[in-house]
């Protein structure tokens, strides 16, 4: 989330103590305390609503398989292209060589094109 070591905090209290000075500190401390526990309160009333308005059919959805960090594309293609059972080599020869000889030889319609009033 927050790519911060423990260096970089170091730094940023000092210059925090350094900026805001140490009579002040302590108060927007407790601000920043109380904001993240009101955030903390409006986000779990938020899944509390959710849950209630969805209702039961979403329970046992498992929402981290929906997380876009975790698909691969290599994988998702890896995947798809081995669930298919392999054809064997000469059915699948024969079956293309049946069907262009067939798409070759299949008759024309005559005749004016077919119109539909409704989808223009």
């Known amino acids: 989330m927050i790519d911060i070591n423990g260096g970089e905090f170091v ?12 009579e002040r500190l302590p108060g ?11 955030g903390k ?9 959710v849950d ?11 929402w981290s398989k929906l997380d876009p960090r975790q698909y ?3 994988r998702i293609v890896r995947d798809a292209l081995l669930d298919d059972t392999p054809v064997p080599a000469r059915a699948a020869a024969a079956g293309a060589a049946g069907a262009a000889s067939s ?6 319609p005559t005749g004016p094109a ?7």
Do not use: C, M, N
């Not at 730094?11 to 140490?22: E, S």
């Open 103 to 108: 798409a070759a030889h299949a008759p024309r």
């Open 41 to 49: 309160v409006l986000l779990q009333d938020a899944k509390t609503r």
């Open 72 to 74: 691969d594309p290599r």
């Open 52 to 62: 209630a308005e969805l209702g039961d059919d979403f329970k046992d959805v498992d």
């Open 114 to 120: 077919p119109f539909d009033d409704e989808a223009t």
């Open 11 to 22: 730094v940023l209290v000092v210059l925090a103590v350094l900026l805001i000075g140490p």
């Open 28 to 38: 927007y401390a407790a601000q920043l305390a109380s904001l993240v526990k009101r």
